[in-house]
Every structure is written in structure tokens, then in C-alpha cells.
């Protein structure tokens, strides 16, 4: 008989603040007055893990979870009610209102087609998406009053705003939208806010907001800049170092060449991790705030750093990624929506 070999640490760690995600998801709770907030927690909640987050939103009170797909309905219901699950991609197939059913998750229904197809699988409890300007997806205004849509059971008849972190007027004629269908279907809850929604006032919360990004540290508008706290933090190890000789180059391409002879060390992180290409040159990990900058391209599972800054490291230290997605966002030109939801899975430890 042999034991269950035991897994050594990695050498790459994402730590998640769970006090900080649980006190974003209360302060965007607070911010939106009357209404409740949701949760958004697709695609492992924006990269930061189901199973680190869900639980954390659910005890700090969320009673409302957002995915995309089916297929991440599973790991989120592990840890809440599968009716407090919805599914914004909504029923594409009679296969999908049959897991619907036997899961208890609910669909986002967000055309006539799939409001016709939930109601011939049975009908229920589902939510009701209609399109005012962002054109992706959901019923149009003018199909309000269609007889497929009166046959449904309408819990949360929602809309997503274009421009939510901009102060377009097209916020106000999304809202206006929404308020005037609103009266045509029959629901229980209404819900436009995401995130950003939220910092567009109170008059945009209506019964449930669905912020993302603000839960997970993400700033997309200046009123939320003291609401939110960072949540994730990424470290990763040094596996090797060496000395470089003037004229030795480092990495594919040989894309760096030592100019005199210098302290490098390679480290546990690559764009597998999503630690990608563009945040290669120019771009530096730090260890106790000193700046380690980036040696050549970065490569699938390692990136060489200069250790001129900190030449006593050694395999084994830990150095800081910067995953600062306010600030780092800029300067790599990656939305701090891309930079949450290509962190990799090896980053995931629970
Ligand atoms: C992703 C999503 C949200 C959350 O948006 P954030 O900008 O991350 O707050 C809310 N509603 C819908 C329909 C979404 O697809």
C-alpha cells in the first residue's frame, strides 16, 4: 500500500485578501442603498478562484451569484444554493434547459427563441435580460410585449450598461430604457448596476446590483477609488540564479545582451500563468521594494530578472509581481479586466 504522495508547495502563490474581497462586496453592497448587491463570479471569478471567493461573498452576505456558462455552475453551486445561481449566457439547447432543471441553476433568458424553448422544457423561475444600447445580448424594448415573454416567470428582469465608466448620456437613456419595459413585464426585481453602475449613483441601483471587478479590487470609476481595497497579490519564486558575463544574452531571441557582467536570476512565473509577453521589457518584479527589472522575453514558465538590486537572493526567495490592475493595467495596455482573467491556473493553490 502506498500513501497519497504529498504535494510540496509551489513555487508561485496568489494569496486572496478575503477580508478585502469581503469588505468590497460590503461597500458596494452599502453603496447601492436600498438595493442588494450580486456577485459576478464568472470565468473562477475573474481569475481569482470559485473556491477562494464564493464562499467569502457568500458569508459576507451575497445571495446572488453570476456566471456565464454552464459549465460554471458546478463549482460555484459546491458553495451556495443552485438557485442563487444564474446563468447569463442563458438556454442555447434543450440540453441546457435540462441541466438547468436538474441543477436548479437559473437561466438569463436574453431572446424570444430561448424564452420559447425554457417555457416548452417546462418553464420555472428565470431571469429576463433586454438589450437598451449594448447590443450583445438580450430581447429588444419592442419585443416586450410578446406572448413568449408574458408566459415566463420573471424573478430579476435586468439590462447591462455600454458606459458605465464614462459619463455618457448614454447611461441615463439605458436607464430610461430599462424603467420603461420595466412596466410592461411582469417581474419581481430590476437590475442595471455593474461595478461601475454602482459609482453612477443610487439612482442606477434599483432592487440588485451585479459588480465584478470592484469585488476583486478593480476601480473603474473614481467615486469607488475609497470603497475598494486591493484583494490578490501574486508572488513567485527564484528557481536558479547565475552570473552573466559581458556579451551573454538571456532568453529566446536572445532578446537581452549583458552589457557587463551582472547577478540574474530566473523565476517560477511565465505567460502560462498570465504573466504575459507585453509585460516583458521595460516592466520589473521587486523584492522588499527593490525593483528587479525583466531580462528578455518572457517565456511560457520563467522570466529572468536582473538581480543587480538585490544580488544576496538566491533559488528559493520569493519576489513580489506587481498585479496592480489600476496602475499596471495602464502601463502594459491590458484592462484590468484582462489582467484578473488570465492569471493562470497553476496560480490557483486552494
Ligand atoms: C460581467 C457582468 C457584470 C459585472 O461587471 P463588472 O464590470 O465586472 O462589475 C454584470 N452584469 C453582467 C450582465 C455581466 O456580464
Not at 135 to 148: N, Y
Not at 340 to 347: A, P, S
Amino acid at each position: 500500500m502506498t500513501d497519497k504522495p504529498i504535494l510540496p508547495p509551489s513555487s508561485l502563490r496568489l494569496t486572496i485578501d478575503r477580508g478585502a474581497l469581503a469588505a468590497n462586496w460590503r461597500a458596494l453592497d452599502t453603496l447601492s442603498g436600498a438595493a442588494k448587491a450580486g456577485a459576478a463570479v464568472k470565468a473562477d471569478c475573474y481569475g481569482l478562484g470559485v473556491d477562494a471567493c464564493v464562499p467569502v461573498l457568500r458569508d459576507a452576505g451575497c445571495e446572488t451569484f453570476f456566471v456565464a456558462h454552464w459549465s460554471e455552475v458546478a463549482t460555484v453551486a459546491a458553495h451556495v444554493p443552485p438557485n442563487q445561481v444564474s446563468v447569463l449566457h442563458g438556454v442555447l439547447s434543450g440540453a441546457e434547459c435540462d441541466y438547468a432543471r436538474a441543477t436548479g441553476a437559473v437561466p438569463v433568458i436574453n431572446s424570444l427563441d430561448q424564452a420559447e424553448r425554457w417555457t416548452a422544457s417546462g418553464g420555472g423561475r428565470c431571469h429576463l435580460m433586454v438589450d437598451t444600447g449594448i447590443s450583445r445580448l438580450g430581447i429588444a424594448v419592442g419585443e416586450a410585449g410578446d406572448p413568449r415573454i408574458a408566459a415566463l416567470d420573471i424573478d430579476i428582469l435586468m439590462s447591462h450598461l455600454a458606459c458605465a465608466d464614462e459619463d455618457s448620456p448614454m447611461n441615463a437613456r439605458q436607464l430610461a430604457a430599462l424603467r420603461g419595459v420595466a412596466g410592461a413585464i411582469t417581474h419581481r426585481r430590476l437590475s442595471l448596476a455593474n461595478s461601475a453602475g454602482i459609482g453612477l449613483g443610487s439612482g442606477y441601483a434599483l432592487d440588485l446590483t451585479r459588480p465584478g471587478l470592484a469585488l476583486y479590487g478593480g476601480v473603474p470609476r473614481a467615486e469607488l477609488v475609497s470603497a475598494i481595497r486591493p484583494v490578490a497579490q501574486v508572488q513567485a519564486a527564484i528557481l536558479q540564479t547565475r552570473m552573466l558575463s559581458a556579451g551573454d544574452s538571456v532568453g529566446y531571441n536572445a532578446a537581452f545582451t549583458a552589457p557587463a557582467a551582472m547577478a540574474v536570476g530566473t523565476v517560477s512565473l511565465g505567460y502560462a500563468d498570465g504573466f504575459l509577453r507585453s509585460r516583458g521589457p521595460g516592466n520589473a518584479l521587486h523584492y522588499e521594494g527593490r525593483r528587479l527589472p525583466i531580462l528578455g522575453k518572457v517565456s511560457m514558465d520563467m522570466v529572468v530578472v536582473d538581480l543587480t538590486a538585490a544580488p544576496e537572493l538566491s533559488a528559493g526567495d520569493w519576489l513580489d509581481v506587481p498585479w496592480n490592475i489600476t496602475d499596471a493595467a495602464q502601463q502594459n495596455s491590458l484592462s484590468p479586466y484582462e489582467m484578473l482573467t488570465v492569471i493562470g491556473r497553476r496560480l490557483r493553490a486552494i
